[in-house]
């Protein structure tokens, strides 16, 4: 590429070998693009006689005053089914509020990144709060690799340097196999998320601790892993039950799985509590309007959005990766 052709901040990118936005903020001096960074992009900008324009660098660095939140297209937002994701907007919207910001609802494709560079360059948001599930990976390593300032609802990877806030599901985990163990359980089975979601295999290592701790093997026949949905928890108590009639109990990973589950153990005869104690996750506002009422761990979800909303209006004032970890509680029912 001649001096010549360098004429826009998408030559410079591609001269450095990084994206458009980290370019943007290092010749802007944004505090979070490292010195080094900045001293090359700099340096390159300085060889080729590159002049930023003014008028597009005020327009390109003036906020929206927005935060995306970015879920799955397919998800069924809005309805009983996506209780979770209602319960955690309605604390992001309430601090959002407070501090002068909108939310914007973006849902993509779990298996395509590039809505990632086209929201951030259309400056429609000043961060994004990511609550894909399947695929999320993928989507953390693409707005790390941007440099675009985001925080995730789960358990930090640490091969990127990102926001999170997380609920401690080693301790709920260990609190619904401890409080099953305590009501005589012994056949306790695990119906869980997806077994790839780190949630979800710390929850099953607080189970199977507490297990252990108490002197109970755990039994892989007891184990069921699949989406967090009601017909996951429908299917999931189905299988059980046919592997392993004889249980007594079973932790259910979310109260949207456990409220279907309730139905199959009912059409299977098992009567609740008395045949089959059932503690759950999340303590949504429908957990106690289920029959019988769920007791379930609290990971205190609106508490979760205003923290998410927090930690990323912090991080983009002053650059400053946080991890927050939610504390979660037994919440007891008559399902145990």
Known sequence: MNEKAVKTIEDIARLAGVCKSTVSRALNDSPLINEQTKDRIRGIAREHNFRINMPARRLSTKRSNTIAYVTHAHCRLFSVADLFTLEIMSGLTTELHRNGYDLLLVTVDPNDTTWASQHIDSGKADGFILMTSSCKQDHIKKLAEMEAPFIVWGVPDPKYNYCTVTGDNIKGGRLAAQHLIKRGRKRIAFLGGPQTEPEVRLRYRGYADALHTAGI???????????????????????????????????????????????????????????????????????????????????????????????????????????VTVPVELVKRQSA
């Open 217 to 323: 093997r755990p039994d892989p026949a007891l184990a069921e892993y699949g989406m967090f949905s009601g017909e996951a928890g429908a299917a999931g108590m189905e299988k059980l039950l046919q592997r392993v009639p004889d249980l007594d109990a079973v932790f259910i990973n979310s109260d949207i799985m456990a409220i279907t589950a309730l139905k199959v153990l009912h059409q299977a005869g098992k009567r609740v509590p008395e045949d089959v104690a059932v503690v759950s996750y999340d303590n949504l506002s429908i957990a106690e309007q289920s029959t019988p009422p769920l007791t379930s761990i609290s990971q205190n979800v609106y508490l979760a959005g205003r923290l998410l909303a927090q930690n990323l209006l912090q991080y983009l004032q002053n650059g400053v990766v946080t991890h």
